[in-house]
């Protein structure tokens, strides 16, 4: 976060900002908790996202109890220094009916989502997966099948319909993601050179 903490407004929500936790691999919505000095202190000393429940009047650390913590990564202040936007990783579901989010109808980056599932799938090897067979042919069969896609769209480009160019895309996506595993990267990486190219 930067240096703007004495800046925010506290006297507005009664010593109280309300705090929107965004996961920071798939930007999809987590919840709403409120934060006080003491729980802003808090969130940044231990690196896990805690909040002032309204309910025990006292500081809760997400995931006190059930361990789905929620592991800093940053906080953003908006434009009326009255609230914050914490981008964190989550461990396990966020809400307490074991979803991941407590917006059930929230979604996040489909292109982050997939990462994630050709990160498990590369951690855990599953017998059948498509993914895992990829993985165990090696690079240079990971990098062919990123080539036949490539040329696939490129096709579909010129001679096929939306649909058909869409779904070849959606191919090529996934093999390149499943290509960057493969060398130990994944999308997080890639969006840091686009950044960086667009800065």
Known sequence: MRDAMPALDWDKGGGLLPAIVQDARTQRVLML???SRESLAAT???GLVTFFSRSRQRLWTKGEYSGHHLKLVAIE???DADALLVTAEPQGPTCHLGRDSCFGGARGSALAELDRVVESRAAAMPEGSYTTRLLAGGIRRIAQKVGEEGVETALAAV???DAALLGEAADLAY???VLLRAR???LSDLEQVLRTRSA
């Open 44 to 46: 940044h000393e231990t």
């Open 159 to 161: 001679v096929e319909e």
């Open 175 to 177: 093999h390149l993601l």
């Open 33 to 35: 908790g409120y934060m």
């Open 77 to 79: 202040i908006d434009c």
């Open 184 to 186: 130990g990267l994944g």
